[in-house]
DNA sequence: TTGAAAGCGCTAACAC
DNA sequence: GTGTTAGCGCTTTCAA
């Protein structure tokens, strides 16, 4: 039990009466070591408490074993469970995880792209659509890369996201199914990829169902709790009202609701609402939002597992991984009222 | 413009016709270098795109650059807007954050004991209000530590919080101030020093109304909307109902909110509630929340140059440091109805 | 199966 | 004001 500072490999190395070398192949390459050596090198390093210095080790080896994982906004109620995925699966590699949150400035982002130059990273994971370094990384050399949720636009990037088109065709058959026929879609986006999927679904949906063109009715938005109230206030500007709001999200739907409720109407009296991704808010809301789950976690292990090959050379031919979002059925759907 | 490897300050140096500690000078105490010199390492700087190399350097310097921020649930929505704070202020003395999140499970505190006890970290701030870190800790040499929101049992750790009794004494004046007599707190905690922080300051502001002891109300909770809710139920057991309900924190609150709601009363004609923190959910639940803004940024700023000090090894006499936080009044409180 | 030694990129003491 | 050099702790040839 050395108390000064941090047990070096050259004091277990005295202590076990081998050289560092020894040691070393110990700890990483136990087959190449005797057993009684091996033996000896394990109870140095029990009485030492020695732990590698991970920056000598990734000096040597000229790349770390930390993850760079960059979100605009970890606040996102997305992001924590998404998180446990990508950090056990890299734990479990012998990886780090480390969390850039850019906020949306590209000047945060540039603090990332020289934490990633400085080799402080082997691999990145990417929460955004866009590289969030502005133009020079377009000069700059960008480590192994995965993003989440949205291909990265600006990169030739692979992906681990959701079927967003199968999983709005899921919520459009519900309402459907319930007897809806005036259906609004709330929260397209030029910009999203995502958003434009489930737009997707909604049209595949409606045609599906024989709804004629007509019959559709498309706000944009940007995904927040606001953008879905003000899609409200315009559709109640119009003259036809639908009878159900198929949100982009569960911030937007909430949007919606809250607007509704304001109004004085009931949900899902007056007015079917879906959303998608099943933030941890769309239990507390009243009515219960019914919703698409994200398979966050799974969401994570697999973004994780793809930057792990990436990293061991290994190039998938897929650039593209979907997993399938559940329908969680909960209180905001109904049957139109008759006569509606 | 290289492009195979990242540049080295040897590149540097050979382009700038200097040798490398001018170089590592020139970057680093730049007065030390003569103009025509520095401007010469700096054009070959530009020229090849170099940047440090953050291992090589820790190494040598014998500490990192980084500090670990150790959350128990980065989801928490208190955390990101302190995040920025700390961010901002270590990246404004070149350190970088690492954010590391416990789950509250023991099993990863000792992940990141052995991330520090590997060097890859200067310093660490804990948002959670003991050492994450099991037994262990005690025999483990720690780095310069920093506290948020709560002391850190087990550490003689300073730490940077909110007056939570001051605070909760504004919330609990302005109930007065309306005319209420019967106020509930809810969510005391004998584990959580903030939580009963505030129950002090709800028992100060009842003792100086001249509020007799028998009229207090303390239902217990961890915090959570669930807890918001239970303490509610508890309490329509009870035959004496309270007019207003001071809430530990803002989900506590929405849990009472939620649960009134649903029991088909109006807030706050039939009952103020108010709960602290501020969270963004209280400007959208409706009514929209009063409640005890916290200085989030100003907390987070202030822990990280807490920090920053003690790793230039200045030791601070004081050991919290306090900020206030102000009470934004908002839509849940009003008198109480006649007659109750 | 093990050891000696080079060297990853950098900073700082020392010499000039 | 600048260069030379040792060495931070580690992994990995190369020899033995």
Chains 1, 2 share one sequence.
Do not use: W
């Amino acid at each position: 039990m050395t108390n000064s500072s941090p047990a070096t490999i050259e004091d277990v190395a005295r202590i076990a009466e081998v050289s560092i070398a020894t040691v070393s192949r110990a700890i990483h390459t136990p087959e190449k070591v005797a057993n009684s050596t091996r033996l000896k090198v394990n109870q140095a390093i029990a009485i030492t408490g020695y732990t590698t210095n991970a920056m000598a080790r990734s000096l040597r080896l000229g790349r770390s074993n930390m993850i760079l994982v960059v979100a605009p906004d970890i606040g996102d109620p997305n992001f924590s469970s998404i998180l446990v995925g990508l950090e056990n699966e890299a734990r479990s590699h012998g990886y780090g995880v480390l969390i850039g949150h850019t906020q949306n400035e590209p000047q945060r982002g540039l603090e990332y792209l020289k934490f990633l130059n400085s080799n402080q990273a082997a691999g990145m994971i990417l929460f955004t659509g866009i590289l969030p370094f502005g133009h020079q990384s377009m000069t700059a050399r960008l480590p192994p890369s995965v993003g989440v949720f949205e291909p990265v636009f600006n990169g030739g990037i692979p992906y681990v996201g959701v079927d967003d088109v199968a999983g709005a065709r899921k919520a459009i058959d519900l309402l459907i199914a319930e007897g809806h026929r005036r259906i609004a879609f709330i929260g397209d986006s030029r910009t999203r990829l995502a958003f434009s999927r489930r737009r997707e679904g909604y049209e595949e949906g409606l045609a599906a169902a024989g709804i004629p063109q007509s019959a559709r009715i498309i706000l944009e938005g940007d995904g927040t709790i606001e953008s879905g109230r003000l899609a409200l206030e315009q559709l109640f500007m119009r003259d036809t009202l639908p009878t159900a709001f198929m949100c982009v999200n569960d911030q937007t739907a909430i949007g919606v609701m809250l607007g509704l409720t304001a109004r004085g109407y009931d949900i899902p009296r007056d007015f079917s609402v879906t959303g998608f991704d099943d933030v941890p808010q769309a239990t507390f809301i009243n009515p219960t939002l019914t919703t698409l789950r994200q398979p966050r976690t799974a969401i994570g292990r697999q973004a994780m597992a793809l930057l792990l090959q990436l990293l061991a050379n290994e190039h998938p031919d897929e650039t593209e991984f979907l997993l399938m979002p559940d329908l969680i059925v909960r209180n905001s759907v109904s049957r139109p009222r008759s006569g509606k």
